[in-house]
Nanobody, 126 residues
Framework: QVQLVESGGGLVQAGGSLRLSCTTS????????MGWFRQAPGKEREFVAA????????DYADSVEGRFTISRDSAKTTVYLQMSSLKPEDTAVYYC???????????????????WGQGTQVTVSS
């Protein structure tokens, strides 16, 4: 069973930065893709970023490209989402997700991820 726990959310002013962490259950994740998704009130869950644990291939939503960076620390089995130049429209609950053997073309699809964290709230004030 894969367990994911997010942390690092909070309230920040527009233009500020936050770093989200996703701590995993400590198993071997070499075949996994780790993703970050977000859901704002009244909106569908949307893709933010993803990274292949082995090799580090990354993908980003157009809306966060150049502002957000996804990374992983294999020793700590933790995935990070560094968010900079935050905007009010980045306000959402952010979820960490994981699954094995996700093809590059499917890394943005939430339905391909079988494991999810509980989410962490990010609020950006204007």
């Amino acid at each position: 069973q894969v367990q994911l726990v997010e942390s690092g959310g909070g309230l920040v002013q527009a233009g500020g930065s936050l770093r989200l962490s996703c701590t995993t259950s400590g198993r071997t994740f070499s075949s996994y893709v780790m993703g970050w998704f977000r859901q704002a009130p009244g909106k569908e869950r949307e893709f933010v970023a993803a990274i292949k644990w082995s090799g580090g291939r990354q993908d980003y939503a157009d809306s966060v490209e150049g502002r957000f960076t996804i990374s992983r620390d294999s020793a700590k089995t933790t995935v990070y989402l560094q968010m900079s130049s935050l905007k009010p429209e980045d306000t959402a609950v952010y979820y960490c997700a994981a699954d094995e053997f996700i093809a590059r073309a499917n890394m943005r699809l939430s339905r391909r991820y079988g494991y999810w964290g509980q989410g962490t709230q990010v609020t950006v004030s204007s």
